[in-house]
């Protein structure tokens, strides 16, 4: 997986975490990259995706630590021939496995994308291999919160602005 944006056909994630009160663990930065590469190699899949008339879609994904996740921030654009949508997810909690939880939260945004292109329903998420054991450090995008100057309002989740430029 070394050279995994090589692979890519449609599907192009960036990853990013918020630093204030925790980072996302490696696994499950890891995870999300697994699903989005499974996803992008699924047959069902990319001819889904054609229909959207779009060559690529830039999933930007910002796990965001210890937040509430109470109202997840979605950002989607049309640029020229691609889709850029940059969305926040919730970490894994509790038994939930990084795996399953990656592969829930991708699946949800690509249903807020599937609605915002009005798009025919999604295909079935494709069996999720197992991640390799000697997966190289992915690339995140890591950026410090500021910090409060007053007591914040009780928000639980990036505003639009922090997520529209989170990955500029």
Not at 44 to 61: D, H, P
Not at 105 to 114: G, L, T
Not at 147 to 168: D, S
Request: hydrophobic share 40%; glycine share 4%.
């Amino acid at each position: 997986m070394a050279d995994a944006a090589e692979h890519f056909f449609w599907l192009h994630p960036h990853l990013g975490t918020t630093t204030r009160g925790g980072h996302a663990p490696r696994e499950y930065v890891i995870a999300l990259q697994h699903v989005a590469l499974t996803l992008d190699a699924d047959p069902r899949w990319r001819s889904w995706w054609r229909q959207s008339g779009l060559t690529a879609c830039e999933l930007g994904i910002v796990a965001e630590g210890k937040l509430d996740h109470l109202r997840p921030s979605a950002d989607i654009r049309r640029l020229d021939d691609r889709l850029q949508a940059n969305f926040t997810c919730a970490l894994p909690t509790g038994t939930a496995t990084a795996e399953r939880t990656a592969a829930d939260e991708v699946r949800a945004m690509f249903e807020v994308i599937r609605q915002a292109l009005t798009l025919p329903a999604l295909p079935p998420t494709p069996p999720m291999p197992c991640p390799p054991r000697d997966v190289p450090d992915v690339p995140v995008t890591a950026k410090r919160l500021p910090e409060p100057t007053q007591e914040p309002e009780v928000q639980g989740y990036l505003t639009l602005t922090q997520i529209q430029e989170f990955f500029a």
